[in-house]
C-alpha cells in the first residue's frame, strides 16, 4: 500500500461547495511536492463547523485508487 500526506485548511465556505456537490475534488500539494488530487467525499467524516483543517494520510493501491484516510 502508498501513501500520501497532505496539510489542509479548508475553510467551512469552501467544505459546503464541496459537500454540495459545486466542486467535487480536493487540489493540494503533498508534503513531498506532489500534486494530489482527491474526491472530497473521503474527507466527510473529519468536517466540522470550522471547515476540514488538519495533517492527513491517504492510503491507495498500486494502481492508485483510494483505501482509507487517517488524521495524523
Known sequence: ?????VDLAISPEEW???YQGVAHDVRTVAR???????PA????R???RDGVH???RINFDSEGRFKDIVRL
Do not use: E, N
Open 32 to 38: 513531498d511536492g506532489r500534486s494530489v488530487r482527491f
Open 1 to 5: 500500500m502508498q501513501s500520501i500526506v
Open 41 to 44: 467525499r473521503i474527507l466527510s
Open 16 to 18: 459546503i461547495k464541496l
Open 46 to 48: 473529519f468536517a466540522l
Open 54 to 56: 488538519g495533517t492527513f
